[in-house]
């Protein structure tokens, strides 16, 4: 998501604007943030490798 869609619940205003210190608080740190703020923990990583891995070597196994 991006933050011109959000609305402050401070001001009601978009955050895009920075019309509050909590809109231009969010604004920076969702500026910041990037791909980064996905957050996936390293758990979730690796379970979706093995998932991955799975899913490749039923395929495989299919094409046999």
Partial sequence: MTYDRLVCANC???????????????????????????NLNPVALVALLVVLVAALALVAQQTV
Avoid at 22 to 28: D, F, L
């Fill in 12 to 38: 009601a205003a978009p955050v895009s604007q920075g019309r509050c210190p909590v809109c231009r608080a969010n604004r920076e740190r969702l500026q910041q943030e990037g791909f980064s703020g996905l």
